[in-house]
Each structure stands twice: as C-alpha cells, then as structure tokens.
C-alpha cells in the first residue's frame, strides 16, 4: 500500500478549514494554494510579480520537506484576480519555470485574503526533474 504524509505548515487556516499545506502519496506530492504573503512579516506586496516570486519561496521548503524540488514540478494551477495580473506574471512564470515547463492552468478568480492577487498550487514527482 501507498503510504501518504500529511505535512502541516501550521497555518491557522489549515486547522479552520482542514487542510494540508502539503500531501505526498508514494512519490507525488502536492502542494495546496500558495499565496505571496512573507509569512516572516505578515505583509503581502502589492506588485502581482513580488507576489508570484514569494509564492515561489512560500512553495520550495515545502516541497523540499516531501523530498522534492522545483525541477520536480509537473502541474501548477495558477490563480489570477484578472487577466492583466496574469499578463503581468507571465514573464516570471517563464522565469521559474521555463526550463522545468510543467502544465498550467489559470484561472481568474477573487480572493477572501486582502491584497492578494496571486495563488499557485503544484504536484510535482520526486526525483523526476533534470
């Protein structure tokens, strides 16, 4: 049987709503919606492109504490306030992941966090990346 871990980042939210921060199944791990908040300080840029980049911080420990990495990155659903804003992260996105090219969805949606305009969710496959 397929063992499954359960990794918690202790978020109050996780505990409200019942969620993981992190799933890994065999070796596939999901990582739930990510937003760009510093969850140093608390605070949330405004520019939907420092988002994406904290996004991207927020997201790498977690998938290094399920033993993968960004290269392993084989699916990421990306969530916009608008089609501007994913206009705006496109280049960055080709950035991160212009060499791992993982599928992606986007999808414009409104957020219930203020200032939020950016979210990512991701499966990756441990050891899968070059």
């Known amino acids: 049987m397929t063992k499954r871990i359960n990794?918690?980042?202790?978020s109050s939210f996780e505990k409200?709503?019942?969620?993981?921060?992190?799933?890994?199944?065999?070796?596939?791990?999901?990582?739930?919606g990510t937003?760009?908040?510093?969850?140093?300080?608390?605070?949330?840029?405004?520019?939907?492109?420092?988002q994406l980049r904290q996004v991207i911080c927020n997201i790498e420990?977690?998938?290094e504490k399920a033993g993968a990495s960004l290269k392993d990155v084989v699916q990421i659903t990306t969530y916009v306030t608008s089609a501007e804003v994913f206009?705006?992260?496109g280049p960055t996105l080709k950035e991160i992941f212009g060499d791992i090219l993982p599928t992606n969805a986007a999808l414009v949606v409104q957020f219930p966090v203020p200032n939020v305009?950016?979210?990512?969710?991701a499966t990756a496959v441990?050891?899968?990346g070059a």
């Open 7 to 10: 990794i918690s980042s202790g």
């Open 16 to 32: 409200a709503y019942g969620y993981s921060r992190c799933v890994k199944v065999g070796d596939t791990v999901y990582v739930s």
């Open 35 to 50: 937003v760009g908040i510093n969850f140093q300080t608390g605070e949330c840029s405004s520019d939907p492109v420092e």
């Open 61 to 63: 420990p977690w998938l």
């Open 87 to 89: 206009t705006a992260i």
């Open 117 to 121: 305009k950016v979210e990512i969710s």
């Open 126 to 128: 441990v050891g899968c």
